[in-house]
């Protein structure tokens, strides 16, 4: 899972605010005040003094920590702590993670998966690694059935104040929304989104905010992984009907075999630091390839220079390590400078919350 930042002089926003009952999920627009001052959103979104932390890249901590995790006794061991801090940190925050857990793996969701797999793709060598301390990775209908939760916790721990996760929600959504529609407004004119693709979509967390920040646009939601795709087509369609439904596609981001300047935004949230280089490169390329002139692309991750990463203590910084094979590759990767290489222009990066940074840019004419 990533961890990431935040636009520090912004009050006001809108965002989409997610309940569950037991007759399943309502979503509701809202206009949300944020009760932090100024002062206090800088120093909650302070960026560290580094440019990365010192448990990451090529420096003798992460070199240490790379050669600890690599001894497989250990490392098992450590997966398992990881699992169980992910867990217990969840239901310490009221999210019901096995519980959760229990009604996706008890439902009919193994009947979505034949509409949606699709049996001819090569998965790439990167994606067949364990990731987040599931042997199979992505690959698995546990890894699908635990997604929200572990996105949930993500979003506790990026705004630990907050009391609710409805509230977490408003702030790290609604500052990655706000982005988006700023650069879009600042730089796209009065070119009309109608073509949203959400790359590494997972369960359909973000796409359904997408979808409900842009209720007119055409969202397609797009995922290596099979059964978070059938987990996403389920709780879309326990939601009820849209203006315009969600599509879901079981593709490679790298080669989506979608028509040239198919969309005009392209979304790519929490997905880059599950990736080695190369791929990152080929996904830019192939958003490039995708986005209309004066398209928008929006790339939402952990931010390198966020403060609390920088300061997370070994232990914690371990267990990271540990559930995320790619990690110091990302960490090393100058994001912006792969952006402008496969094309983009206007681009721009900002803290959208204390642990996640936002990057946006657009396709010139």
């Known amino acids: 899972m990533a961890l990431s930042s935040q636009i520090h002089n912004v009050s006001v926003f809108s965002a989409s605010k997610t309940t569950e009952n037991g007759h399943g999920r309502r979503i509701g627009r809202m206009f949300v005040k944020m009760a932090a001052s100024t002062s206090e959103m800088a120093a909650a979104f302070e960026e560290g003094q580094l ?10 901590l992460s070199r240490l920590v790379g050669t600890l995790i690599a001894f497989k006794p250990l ?24 519980e959760m857990t229990q009604e ?13 797999q699709n049996p001819s793709l090569v998965y790439p060598d990167y994606y067949l690694n364990p990731f ?4 199979e990775g992505n690959l698995s209908w546990l890894a699908a059935a635990e997604a929200e939760a572990a996105t949930m916790s993500m979003v506790r721990r990026a705004i630990p104040n907050a009391s609710t996760v409805e509230e977490a929600n408003q702030i790290v ?8 529609e ?10 009309m989104i109608r073509d949203i693709l959400d790359i590494g979509c997972s369960v359909g967390v973000s796409t359904r905010f997408l979808a409900d920040k842009f209720p007119s646009a055409n969202v397609t939601g797009l995922d290596l992984s099979p059964y978070f795709l059938s987990v996403a087509q389920f709780k879309e369609k326990k939601i009820g009907p849209r203006k315009t439904s969600i599509k879901w596609m079981h593709a490679n981001a790298e080669d989506t075999g979608f028509p040239p300047q198919s969309f005009d935004l392209v979304s790519i949230s929490y997905m880059f630091h599950e990736c080695p ?22 790339v939402s991750d952990q931010s390198p220079k966020s403060k609390i990463l920088q300061e997370m203590s070994p232990v914690l910084f371990t267990l990271l390590k540990s559930t995320e094979p790619f990690l110091d590759e990302y960490h090393l990767t100058d994001l912006e400078g792969r952006m402008k290489e496969a ?4 681009v721009q990066t900002s803290l959208t919350d204390p642990r996640h940074r936002t990057s946006t840019a657009m396709v010139p004419c």
């Open 51 to 60: 440019e990365r932390p010192k448990w990451s890249g090529q420096t003798p």
């Open 75 to 98: 490392s098992s061991v450590l997966k398992l702590g990881a699992r169980q801090v992910l867990i217990s940190t969840a239901e310490k925050g009221n999210i019901p993670w096995r």
């Open 104 to 116: 996706i793996l008890e439902s009919d969701v193994y009947k979505e998966l034949e509409s949606i």
């Open 132 to 135: 987040h301390a599931y042997d």
């Open 173 to 180: 959504r609604g500052n990655w929304l706000q982005a988006i």
């Open 182 to 191: 700023q650069h879009h407004l600042q730089y796209s004119g009065n070119s």
């Open 277 to 298: 280089e190369r791929a990152i490169v080929n996904v830019l390329k192939e958003a490039f390839r995708l986005l209309r002139p004066r398209g928008t692309i929006v």
């Open 343 to 346: 094309g983009f222009v206007n």
